[in-house]
């Protein structure tokens, strides 16, 4: 049985392999892009966010996590969202009001309350 299925797999590997090599994308390199990983850039003076420079989405999940604002977003009312990650970033990006919705909701409720 074994000696039937091997002619199969090598048969299946080898048009998969031709398949590859016939797409002409399938090897394309983008000159335009540098590659590499992408890092943020602290900024050369101070940036002043919303929330005191805090990531949004760590105060949507409860959580005050400062920034140095190399990472933001400027909504469309022209406020500025700072961020620690990238991946932060994305995740705000996805739903960006309900985010903003609830970081206020915390940072409201959090923040201490002056007499």
């Known amino acids: 049985m074994t000696t039937l299925i091997r002619p199969h797999l090598i048969l299946g590997l080898a048009l998969c392999g031709a398949l590859l090599l016939a797409h002409r994308s399938a ?36 959580k005050h996590i400062k920034t140095d604002c190399s ?7 022209g406020k500025l969202y700072c961020f620690t990650t990238g991946t932060s970033l994305v995740f705000f990006e996805e739903s960006p009001q309900a985010y903003i919705r609830a970081a206020h909701k915390f940072f409201d409720f959090d923040r201490p309350r002056v007499k």
């Open 27 to 62: 090897f394309a390199v983008d000159r335009s892009d540098p590659g590499g990983i992408w890092k943020a850039v602290v900024p050369p003076k101070a940036m002043n966010g919303e929330f005191n420079n805090e990531d949004p989405v760590g105060l949507a999940a409860g």
């Open 71 to 77: 990472m933001n977003w400027v909504g469309e009312d």
